[in-house]
């Protein structure tokens, strides 16, 4: 069986290509357009594929985009419908409306990640293809914990899921945005009703990432150095940094790992957005912060409903890194976050940006790859502590793109080391 797999997620496709590999033979795309090229490619060749599955979330051209592109090419062929090859579309939502178009578009058969092994295996003996019994048989241990994580997904979508609500003055500051003209003395009134958010912010205005010529010593000054857009970022920062935190010690061991990989990488997008001088980036150290927020709930989840299991399982984290994106999505929509912030959750680990791509998501993507290099990963296991040329090659792309010069990778992974020994303390 020859096999295309179209996923713009690393953790998904090597899930995806461990399952599928004992029956067919795998080639890979990263995003719609290549996967469009290759069958194109194999086609041209007389040795086409026999089965695809595409990620309905993909840069350049999406799932449903190449699904109704593969089936049109097939049409103009005259390939007949018991002969086109079977396509499998894959996502981490159930929306009906999604199954519904995708089934309109002819796809065969539509999965939601993460999956059991055992149930691919059965959806491709549905579909006609043969997989031996003995592979049927072999339950792995890993569908134990992709089963976990499917259920809390389910859990979410059911409503289930209880989320912890934004607090009192991250409400009062998001009505006070939303008026025509807010003031910083408004902003003023709001915070100075909590002595230790307007302790942290002076202290904030005051650090690295803030500092100006002269010493802020009053909370209407550091409001000013700060910003609006700014102020509310650290204010949102200062209050939910208790999502961070737990009783349970190898969890909150977990969680403080994480929570010094998204202030890391925070400081890190605002010094790469200050490199492009855009005005309109304000929201960025927010988005820093926010960016993992699926991967911190899912593994709360997962240590209450099933406190038994080891946290750091490899087999969990990439039933975890395979959702997480797209639940942090979910779970900023119903937090009414800015529909800024969507793609920047949704999207961050994607491989490849096409030229149209947003800068936030491009900048946190970026950031969250060079302070993983420099020490600051999600994980204790994905920490390099060290460059590699295949990053420094991929960092360098980046800044490209952005429109930065490459030379100033040194300078700013430098600037980030700086701050965060100041920056730990802080919040």
Not at 151 to 164: C, D, M, V
Not at 226 to 255: C, D, R, V, W
Not at 387 to 400: G, M, Q, V
Request: net charge neutral; glycine share 4%.
């Amino acid at each position: 069986m020859k096999v295309l797999i179209a996923e713009d997620e690393k953790i998904s496709r090597k899930a995806l290509m461990k399952s599928i590999s004992d029956v067919g033979d795998c080639t890979i795309a990263d995003n719609g357009k290549d996967a469009i090229r290759l069958f194109d490619q194999a086609y041209a060749k007389k040795a086409p594929f026999d089965l695809v599955f595409l990620d309905i979330s993909m840069p350049d051209i999406n799932g449903m985009q190449a699904l109704n592109i593969i089936r049109q090419k097939e049409s103009s062929r005259n390939i007949s419908r018991s002969d086109r090859l079977k396509i499998i579309m894959i996502s981490t939502s159930m929306r009906k409306a999604d199954i519904k178009k995708c089934i309109k578009l002819g796809c065969d058969s539509y999965l939601c990640k993460p999956f059991k092994k055992q149930k691919l295996y059965k959806e491709l003996i549905r579909l006609g293809f043969d997989i031996p019994d003995e592979l049927i048989a072999d339950v792995d241990g890993s569908n134990s914990y992709t089963e976990l994580v499917a259920k809390i997904i389910r859990r979410f979508n059911s409503g289930e899921f209880t989320l912890p609500v934004l607090t009192h003055m991250v409400q009062e500051v998001q009505s006070l945005l939303e008026k025509s003209e807010p003031s910083i003395e408004d902003l003023a009134t709001i915070v100075e009703k909590d002595a230790v958010i307007s302790t942290k912010l002076i202290s904030v205005a005051n650090s690295p990432l803030y500092q100006g010529v002269e010493l802020i010593k009053n909370l209407k000054t550091a409001l000013q150095r700060l910003g609006l857009q700014e102020a509310m970022s650290i204010i949102t920062t200062i209050t939910n940094k208790n999502l961070f935190h737990s009783e349970n010690k190898p969890l909150n061991k977990y969680l403080n790992t994480l929570w010094t990989h998204s202030l890391a990488c925070a400081c890190c997008a605002k010094y790469i957005a200050e490199e492009i001088h855009d005005k309109g980036l304000q929201s960025i150290f927010l988005m820093g912060i926010i960016h993992d927020i699926g991967k911190l709930f899912l593994i709360k989840a997962i240590v209450e409903i099933s406190p038994e299991k080891p946290i750091e399982n490899s087999d969990l984290q990439a039933a975890i890194m395979e959702v997480h994106t797209f639940f942090g999505a979910m779970l900023i929509k119903k937090w009414n976050f800015p529909t800024n912030f969507i793609p920047v959750v949704k999207n961050h680990h994607w491989e490849k940006f096409p030229g149209d791509a947003g800068k936030e998501v491009l900048i946190i993507h970026t950031a969250d790859l060079l302070v993983t290099e420099i020490g600051y990963g999600s994980q204790q296991t994905d920490s390099q502590h060290g460059s590699n040329n295949k990053t420094d090659k991929a960092l360098s792309n980046l800044f490209r793109q952005l429109g930065i010069d490459p030379d100033r990778i040194k300078v700013i992974r430098d600037m980030v080391l700086d701050s965060m020994k100041s920056l730990t303390d802080l919040f």
